[in-house]
Structure formats: C-alpha cells, structure tokens
T-cell receptor, first 113, second 118 residues
Framework: AQKITQTQPGMFVQEKEAVTLDCTYD???????LFWYKQPSSGEMIFLIY??????QNATEGRYSLNFQKARKSANLVISASQLGDSAMYFC??????????FGAGTTVTVRA | EAGVTQSPTHLIKTRGQQATLRCSPI?????VYWYQQALGLGLQFLLW???????NRGNFPPRFSGRQFPNYSSELNVNALELEDSALYLC?????????????????FGSGTQLSVL
C-alpha cells in the first residue's frame, strides 16, 4: 500500500496567488515526521518544511505552511504569493520508525505570469 | 560549506555492465541515503548507511549494493545493468539519527547522477 499519496499530478497557479498541494499518508506508527521537498528542473531536492506527528501547531517557513490534519492523515502544503521561481515538482514525504523517507509521486506546479 | 556532492553527473553504460556512483555527504553528517528516481516517477528508497553500516534497504534486487567509507562518503554499485535501471540516482545525507531522536533530521540532497543504460 502507498504510504504517501499525492493525487494532483499537475497544477497551474497564477503569480501572486496561493496554491494548496494535497498529501495524505498512511501509518500506524504513533511517531512520525512529514516533509515537503521541492525539485526544480535542475534535479536537486530542496527541503521546504517539516511537521512532527506530536507538533500541536502547523509548521510555517516563510511563504510555506503545512496544513496538518492528524485525524484525517493529511499534510497539505500551502504556498502563498506564488512566484515564477516556484515552478517545480513538489514531493511529500514521511519518516517512520525505520528512519527512511518514503516519498509520494509528486505534484508539478507551474506558475503563470 | 559544501553541500552533498555526487559524481559523476552523467553516466552512460550498456546492458550487463556495472556502474559505480559516488557521494560525499555534508561535513559532519554520518548518514547517507540513496534513492532512485525513474523518469516521471517519485523517489524510491534504495539504501541507508550510517556509521559505516547498512541500516535499511529498499525493495531492490541484490545487484544494487553499496558501502560507506570511514570518511562517511558512500558508493552505490549496480551490477548487471538493465535498461530499466536508467534513472536519476540521488544521494542524501543527514546528521546521526540517534543524536536528536526526534526523527526530524532533514535530508540534504545532492544534484544526482543521471544513469543511462543503452
């Protein structure tokens, strides 16, 4: 079974608007971590934001925020005020007890001027 | 401070040959992870090394192997190459997972090695 599900293969967003990328996860481990990474066309994976399973508040990092709904096993990424440089592939990932990161299939975001 | 470096950037091999990919982690990082990213797909976990030991292995055949050296750099070897091994191979490093225990250690990725099997 897929541990991380990203149902949006691709999205278009207008510059300066906000966009929400969906991510649901599946785990029975009470302690886990959720990550979002950005992969531009250059190929390098860039860390964006982290949310721990015991964190009470939603994580925020600049224009990135993570909408964590534990009961629904959802960890959506919100990018506010989109910029052209935000065009990239975005991956949701989860770390469980075995410490490896499991990645979703990714969502391609294209920001239009 | 130098990031994670991988070499070579591109590698072209033919079926049946062996490929060796190299990774140098960020200074101070003891864990190295290898991932395979086939075209248009997500990242598939291959191997995790920490302190010279293989800690975890993904669902890949034994012809995918590797090792971690005393300086924490790592090597991924792929034997008997097949066409479907063509992919971007990403290496990542992180701090010792036992130091924080919180599981929030970020993985820092290199730019990858693009392996093409003809």
């Amino acid at each position: 079974a897929q541990k991380i599900t990203q149902t949006q293969p691709g999205m278009f967003v207008q510059e300066k608007e906000a966009v929400t990328l969906d991510c649901t996860y599946d785990t029975s481990d009470p302690s886990y971590g959720l990550f979002w990474y950005k992969q531009p066309s250059s190929g390098e994976m860039i860390f964006l934001i982290y949310q721990g399973s015991y964190d009470q508040q939603n994580a925020t990092e600049g224009r990135y925020s993570l909408n964590f709904q534990k009961a629904r096993k959802s960890a959506n990424l919100v990018i506010s005020a989109s910029q052209l440089g935000d065009s990239a592939m975005y991956f949701c990932a989860m770390r469980e007890y075995d410490y490896k990161l499991s990645f979703g299939a990714g969502t391609t975001v294209t920001v239009r001027a | 401070e130098a990031g994670v470096t991988q070499s070579p950037t591109h590698l072209i091999k033919t079926r049946g040959q062996q490929a060796t990919l190299r990774c140098s982690p960020i200074s101070g990082h003891t864990s190295v992870y290898w991932y395979q990213q086939a075209l248009g797909l997500g990242l598939q976990f291959l191997l995790w090394y920490d302190e010279g030991e293989e800690r975890n292995r993904g669902n890949f055949p034994p012809r995918f192997s590797g090792r971690q050296f005393p300086n924490y750099s790592s090597e991924l070897n792929v034997n008997a190459l097949e066409l479907e091994d063509s992919a971007l191979y990403l290496c990542a490093s992180s701090t010792d997972y036992l130091m924080t225990g919180g599981g929030d250690e970020k993985l820092f990725f290199g730019s990858g090695t693009q392996l093409s099997v003809l």
